[in-house]
């Protein structure tokens, strides 16, 4: 995601509008330092929720003059629709999984 306009985004908005302003926890991934929010939608989707969003944001890296940021994101009802499978504990281990080139 461009640097410049994560301040404009539906990620930035679920975290200033989650009770819980500041990171979870502040972690690495791939030897890369992340801030992870672990918050709770209150109806980004037109008043309906998508319920508990995970959201990691990472470092600002440049690729060919532009930077962007780093950002891992999951909800837990996407659109506001269920899925089978859809489970947090393995999109957390996906994420810790990651590795970076140098």
């Not at 992340?34 to 980004?44: C, I, M, R």
């Not at 891992?72 to 947090?88: C, I, M, Y």
């Amino acid at each position: 995601m461009k640097a410049d306009i994560f301040d404009q985004t539906a990620l930035k908005y679920q975290i200033d509008a989650s009770a819980r302003r500041a990171p979870d926890a502040s972690v690495e991934i791939g030897g890369r330092p992340f801030k992870k929010y672990d918050l709770t939608d209150y109806g980004s989707y037109g008043g309906e929720s998508a319920g508990r969003v995970i959201v990691y944001v990472g470092p600002e890296i440049m690729v060919g003059g532009v930077a962007y940021l780093i950002v891992f994101h999951w909800e837990e009802r996407p659109l506001t629709e269920s899925l089978s499978g859809n489970d947090p504990a393995l999109f957390e281990s996906m994420v810790q999984s990651l590795t970076f080139l140098p």
